[in-house]
């Protein structure tokens, strides 16, 4: 049988003058962890899960004075022949005043423009020089 030798114990990974700032530091970390958390909601249900979003609640808005084919194609009842009379319209007679004023685009009628309220942002009047 082979006799035991009593060996010095093994070198610390980190040094013990280290240990209490990487200690403060994970304290720290824990802490600003839990503070986001509470910040964010997670114990009033305020965090979103990843794979079920909530429905988004923005609406596509354009300026129907400086809205190019490409963006009035996307509003909805408009495709890209009658953005493109829309963008036609506005070069021969000028910027729309109002909303109605696009009932004389051919092929936008009532049921259209009221399709496309929602998504027309309010024209501004310009002001006249004195």
Not at 58 to 67: E, G, L, S
Not at 91 to 103: I, K, M, S, V, Y
């Amino acid at each position: 049988m082979a006799a035991m030798t009593t060996s010095e114990p093994p070198a610390p990974l980190v040094p013990s003058r280290s240990q209490p700032l990487i200690a403060a530091g994970v304290v720290i970390g824990l802490v600003a962890i839990a503070g986001w958390y509470v910040v964010s909601g997670g114990f009033r249900g305020g965090l979103v899960h990843h794979d079920a979003p909530p429905p988004a609640t923005q609406t596509f808005t354009v300026n129907i004075n400086a809205a190019g084919v490409a963006e009035l194609s996307q509003l909805p009842g408009l495709g890209a022949i009658t953005a493109q009379k829309i963008v036609d319209h506005r070069r021969t007679h000028g910027p729309f005043a109002t909303h109605e004023d696009l009932l004389a685009v051919p092929g936008v009628g009532p049921v259209t423009l009221e399709s496309l309220r929602p998504h027309l942002r309010p024209i501004r009047q310009r002001k006249e020089a004195p």
